[in-house]
């Protein structure tokens, strides 16, 4: 058998986002999160997740550069802005660097306090730790802070997932792999799992997520309950919880088992 990172992205988000992943977690339904720390009670969350996270769990850093949550080095950078424009300005030279790595310090110094150890790996929202200009930061960032953590790249065999987001950040994933071979950073053989939100039948997309896909490969979940405090700081809501239903039931083990893996 294969096996299988199967990372849930967005851990601290939202009460409810937590609570899903520790329950798929407890339950042996996820092997990996992604830790927003700018996110509310941090500290409480981290502790909740350490009690239920089983032997071998591993616990990430999600960069978290754009998005509903406040800064923690505010004013300096607005996540609000978005990915489109984020891109677009990384592209254009045009970004405010030095707040960048003033926010990912910051955000590094918060999982540090938070879980009393550094970061089995690094990625980040929306994919933004792939962007040039903002790559090299996350690279310097593991460098000094936690050497013994990898970085998620996210391309694949079938690029990255399904649709035009899954072709651009394995497109982009280029660069970021090139740069952290230099630096002697491991990442991720394969990566899968990205589709558009608002379109798509989980349950349809997940086995094809595992097509092809090697040894050690990464897929990436967002499985969540959606609440209040979800719905002020971000639009993805309904996929939350039928990614959660599927996670939960019968037929994603049986899915695992039919493509050869087993959760790492």
């Not at 071998?56 to 978290?64: A, P, S």
């Not at 039948?201 to 090697?214: S, V």
């Not at 050690?216 to 700081?233: N, S, T």
Request: hydrophobic share 45%; with cysteine; net charge neutral.
């Amino acid at each position: 058998m294969k096996r299988l990172i199967l990372c849930a992205d967005d851990y601290a988000l939202a009460p409810g986002v937590s609570r899903a992943i520790r329950d798929l977690a407890a339950a042996g339904r996820l092997n990996a999160t992604s830790v927003m720390t700018p996110g509310p009670n941090l500290s409480d969350e981290a502790a909740r997740l350490l009690a239920v996270a089983p032997p071998g769990f591993q616990i990430g850093l999600h960069v978290t550069l754009t998005g509903g949550l406040a800064p923690l080095t505010a004013p300096r950078i607005a996540f609000a802005e978005g990915i489109g424009s984020l891109l677009v300005r990384s592209h254009l030279r045009r970004l405010d660097r030095p707040a960048i790595a003033a926010e990912i310090e910051a955000q590094m110094a918060a999982f540090l306090a938070a879980f009393g150890r550094p970061p089995d790996f690094i990625d980040g929202h929306q994919h933004a730790h792939l962007l040039p200009g903002i790559r090299d930061l996350v690279v310097a960032a593991v460098d000094h802070h936690a050497p013994g953590a990898w970085i998620r790249q996210c391309s694949g065999p079938r690029g990255a997932g399904e649709g035009l987001k899954g072709r651009v950040i394995a497109g982009l994933s280029r660069g970021l792999k090139r740069l952290a071979a230099r630096h002697g950073i491991p990442t991720n053989p394969a990566f899968s799992g990205a589709y558009d939100f608002d379109s798509g039948d989980f349950a349809t997309l997940f086995p094809r997520f595992l097509e092809g896909l090697p040894d050690g490969a990464v897929v990436m979940v967002h499985p969540g309950e959606v609440d209040d405090a979800l719905k002020r700081v971000d639009p993805v809501h309904g996929p939350r919880e039928r990614e959660r239903d599927y996670l939960a039931g019968p037929a994603f083990p049986a899915a695992l088992a039919a493509a050869g893996f087993r959760l790492a």
